[in-house]
């Protein structure tokens, strides 16, 4: 079973200069970060929706130190900022291309851009396609401002991070905050996905690739503070964008002695993204559990992989 994300770029021709970001936003802020107290958690599942390939499994106890972790995926209107600020050019705008769902193309775009990939076929190469127009040319996000900034690779956010004095989360702590304290859920709010005739995530619903009934709201994007937030007051850690962590992946790292704030290996070729996003449905992508894990290439953008920042205390 694949994830519903795994469409990558393999060239890394493109190289980010970040040298000075730093030195343009150096006031670190903690608005709208929560101060995550450290301790020791059950990391992973051995639960039978879980995906053993994926790395999920066995169940471990990790401990990580405290740290910050923001609420909310990062926004389109703060990556404006730090766009506007830094005159910051993203992977997609160098490639000139990324990913789009095909449902959100119009006939013309579909007919401009015939790319697909052959195993996933519902995600076309849009020319033109980026964080400021997610489905290409004519598109926009100015009535999407307080939604998750997209078509961002890891290398982006990490350019992000670096302007505004903070860092991605690694696995652990991105599974440890998501859990809000619960143990052993399948989601950051329980075991039902949903409560009280209530959705408390923006996944797919209806027929995954070809019909979204929206009985959660949406298709694609929701506001990042949409639905009820978790235990410790963080927002859509399961649904609506996928979000990049710090660590390369790898399906076996956590089976090695270390379990005291885990960083991953030392080298690979995908980093690791959690969450899940608005394209998961249990019939091919499920996802969006809090121990479910996938991954892309660092130079990757497509429309559902976004990311919230983290930060030392």
Not at 255 to 268: E, H
Not at 274 to 282: D, T, V
Request: charged share 25%.
């Amino acid at each position: 079973m694949k994830s519903c994300c795994s469409v990558s770029r393999s060239s890394n021709e493109i190289k980010i200069h970040t040298e000075n970001l730093e030195k343009l936003n150096s006031s670190f802020s903690k608005k709208d970060m929560i101060l995550i107290k450290g301790g020791e958690f059950l990391m992973g599942t051995n639960d039978s929706d879980g995906f053993p390939a994926d790395g999920e499994g066995p169940i471990r106890k990790v401990t990580v130190d405290s740290f910050y972790i923001d609420k909310y995926a990062v926004t389109n209107e703060q990556f404006k900022q730090f766009v506007d600020e830094t005159n910051y050019i993203t992977e997609a705008e160098h490639f000139g291309w990324s990913y789009v769902f095909h449902l959100f193309c119009s006939k013309e775009t579909l007919k401009n851009n015939p790319q697909r990939v052959a195993a996933v076929p519902w995600w076309v190469a849009v020319k033109g396609a980026y964080w400021k127009q997610p489905e290409g040319p004519g598109s926009s996000t100015r009535d999407r401002l307080n939604h998750p900034v997209i078509h961002v690779s890891w290398n982006d956010a990490m350019a992000f991070c670096k302007w505004s004095g903070k860092r991605l989360p690694t696995e652990a702590e991105w599974e440890y905050a998501a859990r809000g304290g619960l143990e052993q859920k399948k989601y950051p709010w329980g075991d039902d996905l949903i409560v009280n005739g209530k959705h408390q995530c923006n996944i797919w619903q209806g027929e995954f690739p070809v019909k979204n009934t929206k009985r959660d709201g949406y298709i694609g994007t929701c506001p990042v503070d949409t639905y009820l937030p978790n235990g410790f007051g963080l927002y859509n850690v399961a649904g609506n964008v996928w979000e990049w962590c710090e660590d390369w992946f790898s399906p076996d790292y956590h089976k090695s002695d270390v379990t005291v704030n885990p960083t991953g290996p030392k080298t690979g070729t995908n980093k690791s993204v959690r969450g899940g996003s608005y394209l998961c449905h249990k019939s091919y992508c499920n996802r969006y559990r809090v121990a479910a894990r996938s991954s892309n290439t660092p130079d990757s953008s497509t429309g559902n992989m976004g990311f919230r920042c983290a930060a030392d205390v």
